[in-house]
């Protein structure tokens, strides 16, 4: 049959105008997949840069939102992961090709056809764009979906979708813990998942910061040490320090001056994004044996294997909750990095 699923949503219907009130219809629930009704929906800088077409071509109506929590409350018929009533997640993706090396050793982020955005993707062998979480309801194969523990709070669970693996996976991948001295530049939605996820996993971490107010908020976030970056003297004495440097900032910065804190065979991860391409002087590398190394969020295994990890060591994001009709306020409040320190949009706001 072909019942679709009424579904109400904020969308931008275009690059210049605030979003506003739309609704849609979702194809109804797939043998393999699961509709969410949509508890909270964290909001990142991406959905802004999005909407507003910095990345390219946007598919409008766009129903931005890739930090996803809510209740099942459909199951396809060959469903096994989930029954109804359980708690779930969904990420910034919500399919891949399943084929491709990076697909078959499940880290999907990384698929040869380019992951399926949870946003301004298409539905794969459709035509069909994906919309995402400003939704009352989404529908999401079971294998791009994740469980959710009954544990945490659920409003600091929706940015872990994002902004938590986003800074979970590079942690991992290059095994940061004890005995590693760990910088972290930039105080945001990433930034403050990255202090708790290195302060966690055993590393010394240092908060680095141009703004001293800053400093607070990052001792209250456990880091160790918090460096103001805007005194050379400061830089001098951190020269040759870090074994590795989480760099957030999406915003333009100069990348050798960071760089320079490195110790030999230090690393530099970077996943803020900023508009222009970084100049790099090879010297700072070769010099040091320094590396750069970028990371894009994680696979639906590492993404399950961060939320459990999460669940056991009570780690959530801190959020300003939001009702969905402030969405344009907030956008405006996050480009001047006014929140501490992620939008969550609470969708009984819109229902």
């Not at 109506?61 to 992961?81: N, Q």
């Not at 090396?101 to 764009?129: A, H, K, L």
């Not at 979480?133 to 469980?147: A, K, P, R, W």
């Not at 302060?199 to 001792?219: N, R």
Request: glycine share 10%.
């Amino acid at each position: 049959s072909d019942t679709m699923i009424p579904v109400k949503a904020y969308a931008a219907y275009d690059a210049v105008n605030p979003l506003k009130p739309y609704t849609f219809e979702r194809k109804e629930v797939g043998a393999h997949q699961v509709q969410i009704e949509i508890l909270y929906s964290g909001v990142c800088h991406s959905d802004i840069h999005t909407a507003k077409g910095d990345w390219g071509p946007v598919n409008y109506p766009l129903v931005p939102g890739h930090e996803i929590v809510g209740r099942i409350v459909a199951v396809g018929s060959e469903v096994s992961k989930f029954k109804i009533g359980e708690l779930a997640g969904v990420g910034c993706f919500v399919d891949s090709c399943r084929v491709c090396p990076s697909c078959q050793s499940g880290e999907e982020q990384f698929c040869d056809e380019g992951m399926t955005g949870t946003y301004n993707g298409v539905e794969r062998g459709t035509d069909i764009p994906t919309k995402g979480g400003y939704s009352t309801s989404i529908i999401v194969d079971e294998s791009y979906t994740l469980h959710v523990s009954e544990k945490l709070d659920i409003k600091g669970v929706a940015p872990l979708l994002c902004a938590g693996i986003t800074t979970y996976s590079p942690l991992r991948y290059l095994k940061v813990g004890k005995g590693h001295k760990v910088g972290v530049l930039g105080l945001g939605g990433l930034g403050h998942m990255a202090v708790k996820f290195a302060v966690a996993f055993g590393a010394e971490v240092t908060m680095l910061s141009h703004s001293p107010s800053k400093e607070a908020d990052a001792k209250k976030l456990g880091a160790h040490h918090f460096a103001l970056t805007s005194n050379p003297e400061t830089m001098e004495s951190l020269a040759n320090s870090f074994d590795f440097i989480l760099n957030t900032v999406s915003a333009k910065h100069d990348h050798n001056a960071y760089l320079n804190l490195l110790t030999t065979n230090g690393t530099m991860i970077v996943v803020g994004a900023p508009p222009a391409p970084a100049e790099i002087p090879v010297f700072t590398l070769i010099m040091k044996r320094r590396s750069i190394i970028g990371s894009l969020i994680g696979g639906i295994r590492e993404t399950q294997e961060m939320l459990d990890y999460c669940a056991e060591h009570n780690i959530t994001s801190d959020v300003e909750i939001i009702d969905m009709g402030y969405i344009n306020e907030a956008y405006d409040r996050m480009n001047k990095s006014d929140v501490k320190y992620r939008f969550v949009i609470d969708m009984a706001s819109l229902k």
